[in-house]
């Protein structure tokens, strides 16, 4: 917090800075509020600052007092405030409020203007004093001089003065932010994390640059609310969906599960990479094992983050490792929201009453049965699908057993293979008309009751894939039950999904198919 | 010596009948076949019921024709019989017949055991066609159907055959030119039809891959229609050329003092075969094999006159690629397995048992 009397045009700048970027963290409760309680004698003045709603961590920063300061008290631990000569340094706040008190010789009058660098949120500045790249040894916590595992308040406030006062001795950005990421967030401790795997990794510092292989993890991670800044690898399906992920345009290319660019991963040199975990399992292990091959300090951790059987276990073992457990509770309630909804009123509906479906991917007659996802999701969504029973678990039926078996509902699958056009990437109107004359026409369908009852609906593999799976869900689910569920309104929760969690703004894919017909 | 004749006269008839004995043996299994085929699927309808879906539906549909009538249909198994069963397993006839002439067409031309329209890289051509249509026309593909693929894969078929012909023909048309022109344009199409995958997304591959595997899941009475039209345009036609085959498969020596214009004659050929392979493909994707396997087990049994082995082949490619798909739509009903890959469990072991035998 810098409180400048003097600078009042730089000062501007700096609010407008505050105002603009919103902070989380530390500061999630607001911006601190300060009071000054001035008192003097026309030669010595004396300032009673008190400051509250100040948060945990912060490097206080008070300057140009040209004719000299002196501290009379203060109600902080003495190791948390230093004032020299012109200035005043304050380390920590260590709770909801402090006051201190300095004498000088000038009169401020009140115009006292509040500055404070946030250390644990996003969007701190730069700080002041960087010596060079800090070489970040693997087994320690950063600050911790006296190496007894734990990084103490006094270390933290000594390590934020030294760097306000631009000693000698200061440490890097780096190493002060993790430091205060780590007393925030870890009481100064190392910390366990856990991946989808089961795997138990120590963590002595938050993740600061990550390269993920796995578009679903990525798109998790922004529902957490991870800042791009984080990230500096992502796949190509990432760089080729601009429209979805707009924020990860300019980002490093890495390739994909199939053909990775180990090179480009080494040479962004991350602290973390992101992997599927139960998906192309095999290949992933390869990927780790060349990776931490190559550079052991690697940390690999794997999701899958599509499975709506573990999404919810997923995404919270993921808040928990990027520490953004309250943004990962209320993103989860959402989800659960909607997801309870449908196994609630569906798990109520006695199996002979269940309304059967046809579900084909964008191969022809390509379906799914048991051990398939795309099964699972048709079950919660309360579905009798009609090739369940079948094998393998991507089937190729006979043309005749759909006929025969004259489902209720059938949904088509969009977004990949031929049928590449709608979702995210936008528009697809046209297209998807077009083969849904091309599929009501197709043989026999006419005399299928889902044809015939105007139940025969084209869905993209955007909202049913991916993380977006639940809502594909809620649609399969109106669709099979639309009396039950005429209260639920998937494309409001999809709004919501995009505007709330995901910065994006429903509107700009007004005209992009995400299923067809739309809903009445 | 008129002793001696009547021997050798008898012992012709005898060879002659065992040959006619094979043919009738084949056709009653194809009939066999397609009585077992016919009721196999949907367990709803029983095998009486289907033989008589069948005979209504024909009387039925017959009818309708004589009278001018539009034909409606009668009910679900009439359905099931006319419009998913009985046009896949005529398909499967005419298809299977086709590739195996098509493969002994080749094999007679260029007087090589391994040739067949697909180690002349016909069918790499026409799967790269299909994937040009699968992987750059994305998004294409919704809108014209599965025409696009089809008129692709077609295309590029006959451009690999005028391609190797045009190659042979400047080197001078000899088997072992054509042999070496087609295995190079093989190789090329392959590679085209890789890089398609590689640049491709993952779906599009693995429907690439799909397509490769060959199946019948999507013929109509339509495509039965045009392949049928080949086939009766050309199979006469190479009937009634076998003399020429004959006289090509001993050598073109021999072919030249016969007065056959071997050139123009193996061209003719070539492209003839071609065509029909390539208007079978390019509807099921590719099924290989029954052109290299139908003529060899038809040689084995009949010998190599062509008058007699272009039917034997024929039939024998008929019965296997339909024994492949019945038991490719039997085995794991209601998944079916692609017919590309029954082909060969159902043709190897044949192949090996009849190879086998003959060399004792």
């Given amino acids: 917090m810098i409180m400048n009397l003097r600078r009042m045009p730089v000062m501007a700048l700096l609010l407008v800075f505050l105002i603009v970027f919103p902070v989380s963290g530390a500061?999630?409760?607001?911006?601190?509020?300060?009071?000054?309680?001035?008192?003097?004698?026309?030669?010595?003045?004396?300032?009673?600052?008190?400051?509250?709603?100040?948060?945990?961590?912060?490097?206080?920063?008070?300057?140009?007092?040209?004719?000299?300061?002196?501290?009379?008290?203060?109600?902080?631990?003495?190791?948390?405030?230093?004032?020299?000569?012109?200035?005043?340094?304050?380390?920590?706040?260590?709770?909801?409020?402090?006051?201190?008190?300095?004498?000088?010789?000038?009169?401020?009058?009140?115009?006292?203007?509040?500055?404070?660098?946030?250390?644990?949120?996003?969007?701190?500045?730069?700080?002041?004093?960087?010596?060079?790249?800090?070489?970040?040894?693997?087994?320690?916590?950063?600050?911790?001089?006296?190496?007894?595992?734990?990084?103490?308040?006094?270390?933290?406030?000594?390590?934020?003065?030294?760097?306000?006062?631009?000693?000698?001795?200061?440490?890097?950005?780096?190493?002060?932010?993790?430091?205060?990421?780590?007393?925030?967030?870890?009481?100064?401790?190392?910390?366990?994390?856990?991946?989808?795997?089961?795997?138990?990794?120590?963590?002595?510092?938050?993740?600061?640059?990550?390269?993920?292989?796995?578009?679903?993890?990525?798109?998790?991670?922004?529902?957490?609310?991870?800042?791009?800044?984080?990230?500096?690898?992502?796949?190509?399906?990432?760089?080729?969906?601009?429209?979805?992920?707009?924020?990860?345009?300019?980002?490093?290319?890495?390739?994909?599960?199939?053909?990775?660019?180990?090179?480009?991963?080494?040479?962004?040199?991350?602290?973390?990479?992101?992997?599927?975990?139960?998906?192309?399992?095999?290949?992933?292990?390869?990927?780790?094992?060349?990776?931490?091959?190559?550079?052991?300090?690697?940390?690999?951790?794997?999701?899958?983050?599509?499975?709506?059987?573990n999404y919810a276990v997923e995404t919270s073992l993921l808040a928990d490792l990027l520490d953004r457990r309250e943004r990962g509770d209320e993103f989860l309630s959402f989800y659960e929201e909607s997801m309870k909804l449908v196994r609630e009123r569906t798990s109520g509906i006695a199996a002979q009453d269940k309304t059967s479906i046809y579900f084909e991917s964008w191969d022809e007659f390509k379906s799914c049965a048991n051990g398939s996802g795309y099964n699972e999701k048709i079950k919660i969504a309360g579905g009798k699908n009609v090739f369940e029973a079948a094998t393998p678990a991507y089937p190729l039926v006979d043309p005749e057993s759909v006929f025969s078996a004259s489902p209720e509902v059938i949904v088509k699958l969009i977004g990949a293979g031929s049928y590449k056009f709608g979702g995210y990437a936008g528009d697809g109107a046209e297209q998807s008309k077009a083969l849904y004359d091309l599929l009501e026409s197709r043989t026999g369908w006419q005399d299928i009751d889902a044809v015939k009852n105007g139940r025969l609906h084209i869905m993209h593999n955007d909202i049913f894939g991916g993380p977006g799976h639940f809502i594909g869900i809620m649609y399969i689910t109106k669709w099979l039950y639309p009396g039950e569920f005429s209260d639920m309104e998937p494309e409001e929760v999809h709004r919501e999904y995009l505007e709330v969690y995901q910065g994006l703004e429903f509107e700009d894919f007004s005209g992009s198919v995400f299923v067809y017909p739309g809903m009445a | 010596m008129a002793s001696g004749l009547e021997s050798f006269r008898a012992e012709y008839e005898l060879v002659r009948k065992k040959k006619l004995f094979f043919l009738l043996g084949i056709i009653i299994i194809i009939v066999l076949l397609t009585g077992w085929g016919v009721t196999v699927g949907t367990s709803e309808i029983s095998v009486f019921e289907s033989y008589r879906a069948i005979i209504d539906g024909f009387y039925g549909r017959l009818a309708s024709f004589l009278s001018g009538e539009d034909y409606s249909s009668t009910g679900q198994a009439d359905i099931i019989l006319w419009d998913f069963r009985l046009h896949r397993i005529l398909f499967a006839i005419a298809a299977g017949f086709g590739l195996a002439v098509s493969g002994v067409v080749m094999q007679g031309i260029l007087r090589n055991p391994l040739a067949s329209p697909f180690t002349l890289g016909i069918a790499s051509a026409a799967s790269c066609g299909a994937s040009v249509a699968i992987v750059l026309g994305a998004g294409v593909v919704a809108i014209t159907g599965s025409l696009l693929i089809i008129s692709n894969a077609f295309i590029f078929a006959m451009a690999a055959s005028f391609a190797i012909y045009g190659m042979a023909r400047r080197k001078g048309m000899q088997s072992s030119s054509m042999i070496l022109a087609g295995i190079?344009?093989?190789?090329?199409?392959?590679?085209?039809?890789?890089?398609?995958?590689?640049?491709?997304?993952?779906?599009?591959?693995?429907?690439?891959?799909?397509?490769?595997?060959?199946?019948?899941?999507?013929?109509?009475?339509?495509?039965?229609?045009?392949?049928?039209?080949?086939?009766?345009?050309?199979?006469?036609?190479?009937?009634?050329?076998?003399?020429?085959?004959?006289?090509?498969?001993?050598?073109?020596?021999?072919?030249?003092?016969?007065?056959?214009?071997?050139?123009?004659?193996?061209?003719?050929?070539?492209?003839?075969?071609?065509?029909?392979?390539?208007?079978?493909?390019?509807?099921?994707?590719?099924?290989?094999?029954?052109?290299?396997?139908?003529?060899?087990?038809?040689?084995?049994?009949?010998?190599?006159?062509?008058?007699?082995?272009?039917?034997?082949?024929?039939?024998?490619?008929?019965?296997?690629?339909?024994?492949?798909?019945?038991?490719?739509?039997?085995?794991?009903?209601?998944?079916?397995?692609?017919?590309?890959?029954?082909?060969?469990?159902i043709g190897v072991p044949f192949f090996l048992y009849l190879f086998m035998k003959r060399s004792d």
């Fill in chain 1, 27 to 309: 500061f999630q409760n607001g911006m601190p509020v300060h009071t000054v309680y001035p008192s003097g004698d026309g030669n010595v003045y004396e300032y009673k600052i008190v400051v509250s709603n100040a948060g945990q961590i912060a490097g206080y920063f008070i300057e140009t007092f040209p004719s000299g300061i002196k501290l009379i008290s203060s109600s902080l631990p003495p190791e948390s405030i230093r004032a020299e000569e012109n200035n005043v340094y304050i380390a920590l706040a260590g709770g909801d409020s402090f006051d201190f008190t300095i004498r000088t010789n000038e009169n401020l009058e009140d115009d006292v203007t509040v500055e404070w660098k946030d250390l644990v949120g996003d969007e701190s500045g730069i700080f002041y004093y960087s010596p060079g790249k800090s070489v970040i040894p693997s087994g320690t916590l950063p600050l911790d001089s006296n190496n007894n595992g734990i990084i103490e308040y006094s270390e933290l406030s000594f390590g934020i003065i030294t760097s306000l006062d631009r000693d000698k001795g200061a440490p890097s950005e780096r190493d002060l932010r993790d430091a205060a990421w780590i007393w925030y967030y870890h009481d100064g401790r190392p910390w366990t994390v856990t991946d989808s795997t089961g795997e138990e990794t120590i963590m002595y510092r938050p993740i600061r640059n990550a390269v993920v292989l796995n578009a679903d993890i990525l798109e998790t991670m922004r529902s957490l609310g991870v800042s791009p800044d984080m990230i500096s690898g992502v796949p190509d399906s990432v760089i080729e969906d601009p429209g979805f992920f707009p924020e990860y345009n300019d980002k490093a290319n890495i390739g994909s599960v199939w053909e990775t660019d180990y090179e480009k991963i080494i040479s962004l040199s991350p602290d973390a990479v992101f992997l599927y975990a139960g998906f192309m399992s095999t290949k992933c292990d390869e990927i780790q094992a060349r990776l931490q091959e190559s550079d052991p300090s690697i940390r690999v951790f794997r999701f899958d983050c599509y499975d709506p059987e």
């Fill in chain 2, 184 to 345: 190079a344009v093989m190789y090329l199409f392959s590679a085209v039809t890789s890089l398609l995958q590689y640049f491709g997304t993952t779906d599009q591959a693995a429907e690439v891959v799909y397509w490769m595997f060959g199946s019948l899941s999507r013929t109509t009475w339509t495509e039965l229609g045009i392949v049928t039209l080949v086939l009766i345009a050309v199979v006469p036609w190479l009937i009634w050329k076998s003399w020429d085959l004959n006289a090509l498969s001993e050598g073109d020596e021999i072919a030249k003092s016969l007065g056959i214009p071997v050139e123009r004659r193996m061209t003719v050929f070539m492209i003839v075969s071609s065509l029909l392979t390539a208007a079978i493909i390019a509807f099921t994707g590719t099924i290989g094999f029954i052109g290299l396997v139908g003529p060899h087990i038809a040689r084995m049994a009949t010998g190599s006159d062509h008058r007699i082995l272009i039917i034997a082949s024929g039939l024998i490619g008929a019965a296997i690629l339909l024994m492949a798909d019945i038991t490719g739509r039997v085995l794991l009903y209601p998944s079916t397995i692609p017919v590309g890959i029954m082909t060969a469990f």
